[in-house]
């Protein structure tokens, strides 16, 4: 009956919100890494064309992401597809941690495969009603350049306040 639909309604705004949050705090992190990543291997002495290689990883790996994407979406469904994606996306950033930077080209490529604008948008598309799709996914990627550019002057911010020197020791 009518409860049962305007209860599946309200699942559906929950689980779009959900996805969108997900979607953000990422591009979030992302932008700050775009700020921080250059600075800090500049620091280090690294030289150019390798932290230019950092980022060429991250672009190259969004080639092929949408066909691992549409493989993990037909086996495990789309819950599972962006939960795992989020979670990944969570646990490859401690390779930050690991010395050397073999893990750092593995992280940045893993973080390309995780292409999360096209997890989301699959995502949306299938949990929302027609006549929403294009107003929802148009407003998910627009507030996710937001996000980015938060996240960019929060990296800004823990690099002006927080010297490599200090974080390090």
Not at 58 to 78: D, H, S
Not at 97 to 103: D, E, Q, R
């Amino acid at each position: 009956g009518i409860s049962s639909k305007g209860s599946s309604l309200e699942n559906q705004k929950s689980t779009i919100a959900i996805v969108a949050l997900g979607y953000w705090s990422q591009a979030a992190t992302n932008g700050a890494l775009r700020v921080i990543v250059p600075i800090y291997f500049a620091a280090t002495g690294m030289s150019i064309s390798k932290i230019a290689f950092l980022f060429f990883l991250f672009k190259f790996a969004e080639i092929f992401a949408p066909m691992g994407i549409g493989v993990m979406l037909n086996r495990w469904g789309y819950k599972k597809t962006f939960i795992t994606g989020l979670a990944i996306h969570s646990f490859i950033s401690l390779f930050y941690m690991v010395p050397g930077i073999l893990f750092i080209y593995i992280e940045r490529f893993v973080r390309g495969l995780l292409y999360m604008a096209d997890i989301s948008a699959v995502y949306v598309k299938h949990f929302s009603a027609k006549k929403d799709q294009r107003f929802l996914i148009n407003m998910i990627l627009g507030l996710k350049e937001a996000s980015k550019g938060i996240g960019m002057i929060g990296g800004g911010l823990l690099i002006a306040y927080f010297t490599i020197e200090n974080v390090l020791s």
